[in-house]
């Protein structure tokens, strides 16, 4: 199965997750519902209420708890397992195949696989935000730097010097929730500012038309009278 089939029944649900081949939901007291490729997440999410939120890589999630603790489940090799226990984590982010943590002192906390930024962070607190590419992470401190870690061809790399700077590019995972379908396009309505031109359009038309249709019997007239 790779999420066709097996969703939760019921109502309550509040917000929906996915990995590549697995769905997890978060219900209104916080519990998570999760269905779909085991391997992948589809199984093994935590029990219990008050979670706040769930993060993807390719094949696992990571749930946050309103304790500000962290639960990660799924495939091992993508962040399903190694995240940090204890509590004080107040933001996720994540590549293709790693996670990300900060903590309330600004710290950064990776697991994953490490040719995708799940090791290789920079040490020490101050951390303000953490970003993703597909395989790469950056982190932003109080005064501006940037530090980066990961894939060196795909940003791990080549971070510009100094201070000062803002990140604008969302998170790998982030950019996929934010993409939002287009509103519907309200339909013209059928007033009469509207209709005035289209009716005078078609009046133009059909007096063309019968100017043409006049124009050729004259002519055609014309010559059966010879």
């Known amino acids: 199965s790779y999420g066709g089939s097996g969703a939760p029944s019921g109502a309550g649900f509040t917000a929906v997750y996915s990995t590549y081949y ?29 979670f706040t939120a769930v993060f993807s890589t390719y094949s696992a999630f990571a ?8 639960h990660a489940w799924g495939n091992p090799l993508t962040g399903g397992s190694g995240a940090p226990s204890g509590t004080g984590f107040t933001a996720v982010s994540s590549t293709m195949k790693a996670f990300a943590l900060l903590n309330v002192s600004g710290s950064t906390h990776t697991w994953g696989d490490a040719s995708y930024g799940g090791k290789g962070a920079p040490s ?13 992470f950056a982190a932003l401190d ?9 894939d060196p061809s795909l940003g791990g790399s080549g971070a510009p010097t100094g201070s000062g ?28 500012e509207y209709l005035v031109p289209l009716l005078a359009g078609l009046v133009i038309v059909v007096v063309c038309l019968l100017a043409v249709c006049v124009f050729r019997c004259v002519r055609l007239r014309k010559r059966l009278c010879r």
């Open 22 to 50: 697995a769905f997890a939901a978060l219900d209104s007291s916080g519990y998570v519902h999760t269905w779909g490729a085991p391997t992948s997440g589809g199984t093994g999410g935590p029990s219990g209420a008050g």
């Open 63 to 70: 749930a946050l708890h309103v304790s500000t603790s962290i």
């Open 124 to 136: 020490g607190a101050g951390f303000t935000a953490v970003y993703s590419s597909y395989r790469a």
């Open 142 to 150: 109080r005064s501006g730097s940037i530090r980066t870690w990961g």
């Open 165 to 192: 700077f803002k990140i604008a590019s969302p998170s790998y995972s982030q950019s996929v929730d934010m993409i939002k379908p287009l509103p519907d396009l309200p339909s013209a309505p059928a007033s009469p």
